[in-house]
């Protein structure tokens, strides 16, 4: 059974940057796994973030940007707001299915 | 704007079915994947499947022996059942609109808590 790995969590200062991996039990993470980004806040529904490794939706702030990193998916924010605390959370393709990794959670301090 | 909203019993008895249905306003079904996503409490995401418009699907490889998806264009509803179910079926379930076979989930309905109890 494929395994998609998150930091389990970290910190970060108002107004730094952060980076989230996202590692697959299968290997590398190429463009081919089509890597999604989502954010969640307590009590409310995942908004999705980023779409396709580095594809930004009309409603994601510039500072959030996708990338490929050491053959991990990743999620850079860099000018942190207090907003931005949240669990944030991967998705990849394998095939035509996809897994959840299982999580990051992301406090502002 | 798309909006979508589960619907279904909030209480499922263990052995039973599950069975829930999304509602889309603002899009028509086509060329999308309609997806389901869940969360147990306390828990992580987990992606159940998606169906396609024209009717194909993808199933969770660990429940896709239990899992059935339907789509209805007319009513543009889509639904999830799910077999046999125990206490670890106890969950958040979302449905979400997939845009391609890149794009998993653009566009959530704010999920429906089924909790299996006897």
């Known amino acids: 059974q494929t395994v998609v790995t998150q930091e389990p969590s970290l910190t970060v200062s108002p107004g730094g940057t952060v980076t989230l991996t996202c590692a697959s039990s299968?290997?590398?993470?190429?463009?081919?796994?089509?890597p999604n980004w989502f954010q969640q806040k307590p009590g409310r529904a995942p908004r999705a973030l980023i779409y396709n490794t580095d594809n930004r939706y009309s409603w994601t702030p510039a500072r959030f940007s996708g990338s490929l990193l050491g053959g991990r998916a990743a999620l850079t924010l860099s000018g942190v707001q207090p907003e931005d605390e949240a669990e944030y959370y991967c998705?990849?393709?394998?095939?035509?299915?996809?897994?959840f990794g299982g999580g990051t959670e992301l406090t502002v301090l | 704007q798309v909006q979508l909203q589960e619907s279904g019993p909030g209480v499922v008895k263990p052995s039973e079915t599950l069975s829930l249905t999304c509602t889309v306003s603002g899009d028509s079904l086509s060329n999308n994947y309609w997806t389901w996503i869940r969360q147990p409490p306390g828990k992580g995401l987990e992606w159940i499947g998606y169906?396609?418009?024209?009717?194909?699907?993808s199933y969770n490889p660990s429940l896709k022996s239990r899992v059935s998806m339907s789509v209805d264009t007319s009513k543009k509803q889509f639904s999830l059942k799910m077999r046999s179910v125990t206490a670890a079926d106890t969950a958040v379930y979302y449905c979400?609109?997939?845009?391609?076979?890149?794009?998993?989930?653009?566009?959530w309905g704010q999920g429906t808590l089924v909790i299996v109890s006897a």
């Open positions: 169906i396609f418009y024209r009717g194909s699907t």
């Open positions: 979400a609109r997939g845009r391609g076979f890149y794009e998993a989930a653009d566009s």
């Open positions: 998705l990849l393709s394998f095939g035509g299915s996809w897994v």
């Open positions: 299968t290997g590398a993470v190429t463009r081919s796994s089509y």
